[in-house]
């Protein structure tokens, strides 16, 4: 057989680590603070059912639902973002320049492909996402970490890196940050739109937990504060509508824009025509305020029943962060106890059966760095087995001290 590809091994680990998450998450024995998926209470069936029902006429969309469709994307759904999404964060656009995407990673893909030559730099936050490590590395970029504290990404560290490594993009999640749940500030959101601009930097905004706030203040996205379109937001509709309906949108200044078409076409022609029409026809319908009131609501309870749980079953000396929304907490375990190894006993103990994930796969420093570290997701989680998986996992982690 022919060899792989170089960027097959250059992917490998990050690849890895997306196995075992979704693989945890679909095991029916286990309790799994693993994954980030919705809560099936937050899916809105009947709703769809209902529109589906509707649309899927001759008469209406049937015919538009199941032929090919505008590579940028339905016009009505381009609407939909600008009116319902962008508009009322503060974030001026014009439908032209937004593109519907499979997901919201496929515009962080298209994105590479204009950008990334192999062993260009991507500067990302310090931890970060590895899905999205696992899509840099495959355009063979070097990533280069950026310290985080309580507020973010550290924008002095950010304008170092910058300087010292003349990147060709940076990777940021602003809001309710994936693994940490840390909220980016208001003042570094400002200064890192003005790095961008002053250093010709691609900032990849990737904010799909933004518009699942439940408690403190609103914030806009670094997008708001871009002067020379050199800021990319990327979003999704899967935390606040569907991720099996794999839809994303991307903002982008329209020379930008253009190019994002032309490498879409050569990807996947456009994105599926039926979820568009019937994501477009949920929000034009009006349902959207009711159901993003209530799924706030529920997201905000088992946050709630989560922090509570690791404060009552976890050691003493367990440090944890309070997001004000989204579907994780960041946990940092006591005693140099190895998250990753714990996790293998974790999820095979009959007596534990629980799943989360190791934090040393979100820092791509290495060195055993965040190996002390979980990520603790409850958005899919029901309050009964929050409150069980949390009593088992504190009692093993409390064996081991």
């Not at 930097?201 to 871009?226: A, C, H, M, Q, W």
Request: with cysteine.
């Amino acid at each position: 057989m022919p060899e792989f590809a170089g960027r097959m091994a250059q992917m490998a680990k990050s690849a890895a680590i997306i196995r075992n998450l979704f693989g945890a998450m679909n095991d029916p024995g286990i309790i799994s603070f693993g994954g980030g998926a919705p809560a099936k209470e937050a899916l809105p069936v009947e709703l769809v059912r209902e529109i589906v029902n509707d649309v899927m006429t001759r008469e209406k969309r049937g015919i538009e639902s199941l032929q090919y469709g505008p590579v940028p994307g339905l016009a009505d759904l381009r609407e939909v973002v600008v009116e319902h999404l962008l508009t009322p964060k503060g974030v001026s656009a014009n439908p032209d320049e937004v593109v519907i995407t499979t997901g919201g990673l496929e515009g962080m893909n298209l994105l590479c492909q204009l950008y990334i030559e192999p062993g260009d730099v991507i500067l990302v936050e310090s931890p970060t996402f590895v899905q999205s490590v696992e899509i840099f590395e495959m355009f063979q970029a070097r990533c280069v970490s950026v310290a985080m504290d309580d507020d973010g990404m550290v924008t002095d560290d950010l304008e170092a890196k910058i300087l010292k490594y003349r990147p060709k993009m940076v990777y940021v999640i602003p809001t309710f940050q994936n693994p940490t749940g840390r909220t980016l500030s208001l003042e570094r959101r400002k200064k890192i739109a003005q790095l961008g601009s002053e250093h010709d930097v691609i900032i990849l905004e990737d904010d799909p937990y933004r518009d699942i706030r439940y408690s403190g203040t609103d914030l806009p996205p670094i997008k708001s504060f871009d002067e020379t379109g050199h800021t990319v937001l990327a979003n999704s509709f899967s935390k606040i509508f569907s991720p099996g309906s794999r839809l994303g949108y991307v903002l982008a200044k329209p020379e930008i824009t253009a190019k994002i078409i032309d490498a879409k076409s050569a990807t996947n022609s456009h994105t599926s025509m039926l979820p568009q029409v019937v994501c477009a026809e949920f929000f034009k319908r009006g349902h959207y305020p009711e159901h993003h009131r209530a799924m706030c609501e529920l997201y905000r309870h088992r946050r709630d029943v989560m922090i509570e749980c690791i404060d009552k079953f976890f050691p003493e000396g367990t440090k944890r962060t309070f997001p004000d929304g989204g579907l994780f907490t960041w946990a940092e375990i006591p005693g140099g106890i190895n998250t990753t190894d714990l996790l293998v006993e974790a999820t095979s103990n009959p007596d534990v059966k629980v799943a989360y994930v190791a934090g040393e796969g979100f820092f791509i420093e290495g060195n055993g760095m965040g190996s002390d570290c979980m990520r603790i997701s409850f958005g899919g989680v029901t309050e009964d087995n929050i409150r069980l998986g949390t009593e088992r996992l504190g009692k093993l982690i409390g064996s081991k001290l």
